[in-house]
């Protein structure tokens, strides 16, 4: 019975989990402040895209945080559970860049948690987005996932996780393996703790890991910077100092790494 409920939990936690969506959701008010210090943004938005079981309230206090530094955001919702990378790509992206442009911008960053990486590199790969700015991506599995591997194709991973999660293997057959470099301003935040469901596969992946991706399979060639910090999967979207760093990069194009330990 033990072994059942462990399989269970670890099928729900891949790449979304009901319970800890309500917990971050607790976590995402109040916003974290943005520098009072940085100049005023203007003709700039931000595309937020979600990952895998997730929803767009997961992103609502980075949003909150870039809105807060002047920047004009748009704020994804796709279906994640019941349709191909490919499908959520051609739907979700094109509809974010529609409304950045009516907002005004004539510069368009991306700022993705987890598969939502996946969708952008994807829509990048045979399009192009007039104005491209800067993009940052939170744990993104770029180059798959070794829990996806050992899940796939099981009855509760593919009732949970639909096509997608079965696109986010690492092997020739998975989605990231079909994607090139990137060729655009491209900053990555890896992490390398774990919750305590993270924890139960975290023994399948090699390496420092959050329990969902390893350290290493969230770089991407072509990427601009990359960091790791101390944080875990599911929370990093609503972490201050991953916030904090995710605004430094649209700014700057790049991370601050002597402050990545920071508080």
Same mark, same amino acid.
């Given at each position: ?29 109040? !916003? ?37 530094? $002047? ?22 992206? !094109? ?21 939502? =990486? ?27 996932? @070794? ?5 796939? $194709? ?18 020739? @057959? ?6 090139? !470099? ?39 060639? =072509? ?38 330990? $920071?508080?």
């Amino acid at each position: 019975m033990r072994s059942k409920r462990v399989w269970s939990h670890a099928c729900c936690f891949v790449f979304g989990c009901a319970a800890l969506l309500a917990m971050a959701s607790a976590y995402a008010a109040p !916003p974290a402040a943005a520098d009072p210090e940085l100049a005023p943004v203007e003709g700039q938005c931000v595309v937020l895209l979600h990952g895998l079981g997730r929803t767009h309230r997961s992103m609502a206090r980075i949003e909150a945080v870039l809105r807060q530094a $002047g920047y004009a955001t748009v704020n994804i919702d796709y279906p994640s559970q019941s349709q191909t990378i490919e499908v959520s790509a051609r739907d979700a992206i !094109p509809h974010g860049v529609r409304a950045c442009r009516q907002s005004g911008a004539h510069t368009i960053h991306f700022v993705t948690h987890s598969m939502g =990486g996946l969708l952008l590199r994807y829509y990048l790969q045979s399009g192009a987005v007039d104005g491209l700015g800067r993009v940052v991506m939170l744990g993104p599995p770029n180059q798959g996932s @070794e829990v996806a591997d050992a899940l796939a $194709g099981t009855a509760l991973y593919d009732r949970i996780n639909g096509p997608a999660g079965a696109q986010l293997v690492t092997g020739p @057959e998975g989605l990231p393996a079909r994607l090139g !470099p990137v060729d655009f301003p491209l900053g990555v935040i890896s992490d390398n703790e774990q919750t305590a469901i993270d924890s139960v596969l975290a023994s399948r992946i090699p390496g420092e890991n959050d329990g969902k991706v390893a350290v290493e399979r969230a770089r991407v060639e =072509g990427m601009h910077d990359f960091l790791v910090l101390p944080v875990n999967h599911t929370f990093m979207v609503v972490n201050d100092v991953v916030i904090g760093q995710t605004l430094q990069f649209l700014r700057h194009g790049a991370f601050l790494h002597e402050e990545a330990q $920071g508080p």
